[in-house]
């Protein structure tokens, strides 16, 4: 039985993967599915390594290469990312097998092959990499390009181009595309806040976080604040809090 491990912020993502791996119809056993750089650590620290371990590369505290620098990993690792092609080629250069979100059956199922032809080239489950060179190259853009989302029992991935902004709603957060659609997240704002390409989002409140793109019309609103007009949010008042106007206002000069 193969032992693997999940370190994946997202719970919808965690979720899919752990679908898709009872598909493929092999002898697994998930052992955890992990949230956080912290408890990651303190996993491998009590524990002996997996077989396998699925790694997130954005994680709700932080990079999961942090964990490379507390702990030593030496079994095989499978990098799941939502990245662009030089993250994608930075895998490739150092022989790391990854999944581009969203993740597929086929996807999967080939890059489990991938795993078999090089196990022959492991020793003793050790995969040489230069963490820092991956590092690097990563953080270039270190934000999310694409969140995924689940609607019924349909999983759709929603690039963050095409998300007009973020809120809070009934306890729950939210995103909104351009064309109006709403979905759910198993985030907070908070978290959202840390994902997002400041030059592209900013929160003008504990309610909303916005696309720089959205923003139709802003007037001057009482005790200082600011009221904004939003593609189909026409009717709701959005607010900028007063202790936000002055960044907002120099974001949106940027």
Request: proline share 2%.
């Amino acid at each position: 039985m193969m032992k693997i491990l999940i370190i994946e912020d997202e719970m919808l993502a965690a979720e899919r993967l752990t679908e898709l791996l009872k598909q493929l119809n092999k002898d697994f056993e998930i052992l955890s599915i992990l949230d956080t750089v912290n408890s990651a650590v303190k996993w491998f620290k009590k524990n002996p390594d997996p077989d396998l371990v699925f790694f997130d590369i954005q994680l709700a505290d932080g990079l999961s290469f942090q964990i490379f620098d507390q702990v030593k990993v030496s079994c095989p690792i499978i990098f799941t990312t939502a990245y662009d092609e030089y993250a994608i080629q930075a895998f490739k250069t150092n022989s790391i097998a990854y999944l581009l979100k969203p993740i597929n059956l086929n996807d999967l199922e080939d890059t489990f092959k991938k795993i078999e032809v090089l196990r022959s080239t492991f020793t003793n489950g050790q995969i040489a990499v230069d963490w820092d060179d991956v590092r690097k190259k990563l953080q270039k853009n270190p934000y999310k390009k694409r969140f995924i989302v689940k609607s019924g029992s349909h999983f759709y991935s929603i690039k963050t181009n095409d998300i007009q902004c973020f809120f809070s709603e009934h306890k729950m957060a939210w995103l909104q595309q351009f064309n109006g659609k709403k979905y759910a997240l198993d985030l907070s704002l908070d978290d959202l806040e840390l994902q997002l390409d400041p030059t592209q989002f900013f929160r003008i409140n504990r309610k909303f976080i916005l696309n720089l793109e959205v923003v139709n019309k802003v007037v001057a609103y009482s005790g200082s604040r600011l009221k904004l007009t939003l593609a189909h949010h026409e009717d709701e008042k959005i607010i900028v809090s007063r202790e936000r106007v002055a960044e907002f206002k120099e974001w949106l000069d940027q």
